[in-house]
C-alpha cells in the first residue's frame, strides 16, 4: 500500500480564495483525521470521521472549515474563504482496527497570502 | 481524554539510550498510551504503545508504571537519525480520538 496521499503537497493561495484539500486514506482503515500543525498551536485535531461519518468535529476552529467523507476512500477539507491565520501544514491520518496506530500523510503545506 | 505533559527538549549522546519520560496522570484504565516521532515537517510516525504492560519492537521499548500515570520510551541506542519530536498521546479504546501534546524535541548528539 502507498500509505495515506494528501494533494497538494503545496498550496499558495490569496487570501479570500477557496482552498480543497485531499486526502486518501490506506484501503481498509475505517477511521480518518485532519490535523494542523503550526509552530504557536503544535498539532491540533481538527475533525474525525469513523466508517465515512464524522464524529467529532470540535477542533474546526470555525464555520469556515468544513470537511467531507463521500466514501471510504476519500476526503476532503475546505476552507472557504481562506485567511492569512490559515497558514500552517494539514495532515490527514488513517486507523484500521481499534487500538491500532495511525499512519500520517505527507502533509500540505498551505500558505495564505 | 488525558492529558499528557513531556518535557520540551532533551539531549542525548549518540550511541547512548535515550529515555523520554510522559506524564499521563489523568489517564483512565481503558487509555491506551501511544508515542510518535516526527522528523523536520514529515508526518508523524508510529513508534510504539501499550496499555499497561512494557512493550519492545525493533525501535523502542515502553515501560509504564504500574499505576500507569507515567511512562518512559527508551530508544536503546541512539543515532543522529533519531533526532526529531518525541510525541506521547492517549487514545481511549474505541474512540479513535488521538490527541496530541507539545512532545519533546530530542537531540542526538556526534
Known amino acids: 500500500d502507498a500509505g495515506v496521499i494528501q494533494s497538494p503537497r503545496h498550496e499558495v493561495t490569496e487570501m479570500g480564495q477557496e482552498v480543497t484539500l485531499r486526502c486518501k486514506p490506506i484501503s481498509g482503515h475505517n477511521s480518518l483525521f485532519w490535523y494542523r500543525q503550526t509552530m504557536m498551536r503544535g498539532l491540533e485535531l481538527l475533525i474525525y470521521f469513523n466508517n465515512n461519518v464524522p464524529i467529532d468535529d470540535s477542533g474546526m476552529p470555525e464555520d469556515r472549515f468544513s470537511a467531507k467523507m463521500p466514501n471510504a476512500s476519500f476526503s476532503t477539507l475546505k476552507i472557504q474563504p481562506s485567511e492569512p491565520r490559515d497558514s500552517a501544514v494539514y495532515f490527514c491520518?488513517?486507523?484500521?482496527?481499534?487500538?491500532?496506530?495511525?499512519?500520517f500523510g505527507q502533509g500540505t503545506r498551505l500558505t495564505v497570502v | 481524554d488525558a492529558k499528557t505533559t513531556q518535557p520540551p527538549s532533551m539531549d542525548c549522546a549518540e550511541g547512548r539510550a535515550a529515555n523520554l519520560p510522559c506524564n499521563h496522570s489523568?489517564?483512565?484504565?481503558?487509555?491506551?498510551v501511544y508515542w510518535y516521532r516526527q522528523i523536520h515537517s514529515q508526518g508523524p510516525q508510529y513508534i510504539i504503545h501499550?496499555?499497561?504492560n512494557n512493550e519492545t519492537n525493533e525501535m523502542a521499548s515502553l515501560i509504564i508504571t504500574e499505576d500507569r500515570k507515567s511512562s518512559t520510551l527508551i530508544l536503546p541506542h541512539a543515532t543522529l537519525r533519531d533526532t526529531a519530536v518525541y510525541y506521547c498521546n492517549s487514545e481511549a479504546s474505541g474512540t479513535y480520538k488521538y490527541i496530541f501534546g507539545t512532545g519533546t524535541r530530542l537531540k542526538v548528539l556526534a
Open positions: 501499550g496499555l499497561k
Open positions: 491520518a488513517s486507523v484500521g482496527p481499534p487500538n491500532t496506530e495511525a499512519f
Open positions: 489523568t489517564i483512565s484504565g481503558n487509555e491506551y
